[in-house]
């Protein structure tokens, strides 16, 4: 059995365990918030305060030993604190019917937050024909320890035509492992369980991906459902 030490060794953000002062959450937000309303969206609801939640969390995590912490424009004065290290939040996994600014508000954190973010789409043509293991080996090492955003989960064809199966199940794998292990999160979006297949049934995550896959996505991220009107009906 390993000693605490030895799985602190192991696991280093495990020992990031402290929670950050509300104090400091509430500056944070406020000019996150300020970010997204500079774009011209509105998001409204209980929801969307669970993904300023996340960037303020995440950025507070990154907190050295300074007593001035710079966040988007805004010098925080931070008093107290030094020698702390605030745990990092878990990803977000963004669902809703489509429309309703999942994939907006995605871009919004990716380029306020430097994440990289890749279409699901996308993925599965730059690396069609590729073995899906090597593929997700690629895509890892480039990308093991920095957060992205992976969009439209779902979209993708479970084999491609070179009957190679996706290796988007493979990533998601290997990112709810990235988040155990290293504390690395991953952001989300999805139409799963918002729309129905040819016979009527509602096509979810574990329809889509199976129990374990499911499993992993919700182990590592909090479930945030986006509600309105399709913002595109609109224009």
Known sequence: MRSIEQFLQAFPH??????????????????ITKFFD?????????????????????????IDTRDEYGLNGATVKIFGLKGKRFKTPKGLLLHGT???GK?????????????????????NALYL?????????EFMFDNER?????????????????GNPSPITDIILRRSISWEQHAVPTIYTTNLGHFSDADGQTVTIEKFYGTRIKSRLF??????????DDWRLKQ
């Open 14 to 31: 495990a020992r990031n365990t402290d929670e950050p002062p509300k104090e400091l959450v509430d500056v944070c937000r406020k000019n």
């Open 38 to 62: 500079a774009t011209g969206y509105t998001f409204n609801g209980d929801e969307f305060d669970k993904i300023l939640d996340f960037v303020a969390r995440y950025e507070i995590s990154l």
């Open 98 to 100: 489509c429309g309703t």
């Open 103 to 123: 994939t907006t508000a995605a871009r919004i954190v990716s380029k306020m937050m430097g994440f990289p973010m890749f279409d699901v789409a996308e993925i």
């Open 129 to 137: 024909g590729k073995n899906g293991n090597e593929w997700a080996e």
């Open 146 to 162: 920095k957060p992205i955003i992976i969009d439209d989960l779902g979209s993708e064809r479970k084999v491609s035509s070179y």
């Open 219 to 228: 182990g590592s991220c909090v479930p945030v459902l986006l509600n309105g």
